[in-house]
T-cell receptor, first 114, second 115 residues
Framework: AQKITQTQPGMFVQEKEAVTLDCTYD???????LFWYKQPSSGEMIFLIY??????QNATEGRYSLNFQKARKSANLVISASQLGDSAMYFC???????????FGPGTSLSVIP | DAGVTQSPTHLIKTRGQQVTLRCSPK?????VSWYQQALGQGPQFIFQ???????QRGNFPDRFSGHQFPNYSSELNVNALLLGDSALYLC??????????????FGAGTRLSVL
C-alpha cells in the first residue's frame, strides 16, 4: 500500500541558510512519481518539484532540489538560501502510475527566522 | 493563462444539507482530482475524473459524488452534510499527456464549514 512519512512536524531555519525536509515513502509499484508542494497560510497548494522513479538525476528547480535515494525510498527536499517567504507547510506526495492517484504525507511546518 | 479556479471560496452549511463545489482546470488539462484537507492534516484523495468518468476513488462514502463536463470542468457534490465534512476542499488538474508527467496543479480551495 502507498504510504508517505514526514517525521518532522516542525522545522526552524535561519534566513539565507539551507534546510532539508525529510520524506520517506512505501510502494510496490516500480513506476511512480514523487512531488513536493508548499502550502502557505492562504491555503493554496503550490507545486515545487517532481521526481520520476526512473529519472537518473535528482530534480532541481531554482532553490529547490530533491535528494532522491531510491533504494532507501527517500525523497528529501532541500531548500537553499532560505527566505522569509518560504515559511509554510510543506507536503511530500506520491503517485503510483498503476493507480494514478496521489497520496500526501502529513506535512512539515517550516519557519524561517530573520 | 488562468490556473485552476474554484468556487465558492467559502461556504457555510448546516448538518443534513447538500453542497456543490465547482472547479475549472488549468488550460490544456483534461483530468480533475478532488481532495479533502482537514485542519492540520495532509489532503486526502476523494476521486478523479477523466473523460467525464470517475476513474479512481479514495475511501469516501457515496455521499460524495462528482461530475465532469465536456469542457473538463468539474463539480463535487456532498449530500447529508456532517460536522466532520468541515474542511478545505481542493481541486487539482493535470494532463494525461506523457510529457506532462501527470503533475497536479491546485486551486485555492473552498473552505466548507458545517454547523
Amino acid at each position: 500500500a502507498q504510504k508517505i512519512t514526514q517525521t518532522q512536524p516542525g522545522m526552524f531555519v535561519q534566513e539565507k541558510e539551507a534546510v532539508t525536509l525529510d520524506c520517506t515513502y512505501d510502494t510496490s509499484d516500480p513506476s511512480y512519481g514523487l512531488f513536493w508542494y508548499k502550502q502557505p497560510s492562504s491555503g493554496e497548494m503550490i507545486f515545487l518539484i517532481y521526481q520520476g522513479s526512473y529519472d537518473q538525476q535528482n530534480a532541481t528547480e531554482g532553490r529547490y532540489s530533491l535528494n532522491f535515494q531510491k533504494a532507501r525510498k527517500s525523497a528529501n527536499l532541500v531548500i537553499s538560501a532560505s527566505q522569509l517567504g518560504d515559511s509554510a507547510m510543506y507536503f511530500c506526495a506520491m503517485r503510483e502510475d498503476f493507480y494514478d492517484k496521489v497520496i500526501f504525507g502529513p506535512g512539515t511546518s517550516l519557519s524561517v527566522i530573520p | 493563462d488562468a490556473g485552476v479556479t474554484q468556487s465558492p471560496t467559502h461556504l457555510i452549511k448546516t448538518r443534513g444539507q447538500q453542497v456543490t463545489l465547482r472547479c475549472s482546470p488549468k488550460s490544456g488539462h483534461d483530468t480533475v482530482s478532488w481532495y479533502q484537507q482537514a485542519l492540520g492534516q495532509g489532503p486526502q484523495f476523494i476521486f478523479q475524473y477523466y473523460e467525464e468518468e470517475e476513474r479512481q476513488r479514495g475511501n469516501f462514502p457515496d455521499r460524495f459524488s462528482g461530475h465532469q463536463f465536456p469542457n473538463y470542468s468539474s463539480e463535487l457534490n456532498v449530500n447529508a452534510l456532517l460536522l466532520g465534512d468541515s474542511a478545505l476542499y481542493l481541486c487539482a488538474s493535470s494532463s494525461k499527456h506523457r510529457l506532462a508527467k501527470n503533475i497536479q496543479y491546485f486551486g485555492a480551495g473552498t473552505r466548507l464549514s458545517v454547523l
